[in-house]
């Protein structure tokens, strides 16, 4: 079993920054994953980002690269995603989920346990 919490959402203006903590319990293995996903109203699920439990690899969705940056903090066992240069369009409700693998991370399948979600809203 694994739980996840997600924090950090909220309210920001266009241009703005935030940064969401997914704070991790439970058995979690160094070859473990965690990943970022978002869903926007109407809108499939999206892929942002992944970071292994070890740091060994961190992975971003194309469109995610340059703005968005993945981090683990192992003595706390959170990860973060921090993102900067917001967009309206960034507007989601944004989840951490957890992966015993190590490829295939842009697939929801992957992955065994979620978050309950963090709402973001980007304003113009």
């Known amino acids: 079993q694994v739980q996840l919490v997600e924090s950090g959402g909220g309210l920001v203006q266009a241009g703005g920054s935030l940064r969401l903590s997914c704070a991790a319990s439970?058995?979690?293995?160094?070859?473990?994953?965690v990943g970022w996903f978002r869903r926007a109203p109407g809108k499939e699920r999206e892929f942002v980002a992944a970071?292994?439990?070890?740091?060994?690899?961190?992975y971003y969705a194309d469109s995610m690269k340059g703005r968005f940056s993945i981090s683990r903090d192992n003595a706390k066992n959170t990860v973060y995603l921090q993102m900067n240069s917001l967009k309206p369009e960034d507007t989601a409700v944004y989840y951490c989920a957890h992966s015993v693998s190590d490829y295939e991370l842009s697939v929801p399948s992957r992955y065994d346990y979620w978050g309950q979600g963090t709402q973001v809203t980007v304003s113009s």
């Open positions: 970071i292994s439990w070890s740091g060994g690899f961190i």
């Open positions: 439970g058995r979690i293995f160094s070859n473990d994953a």
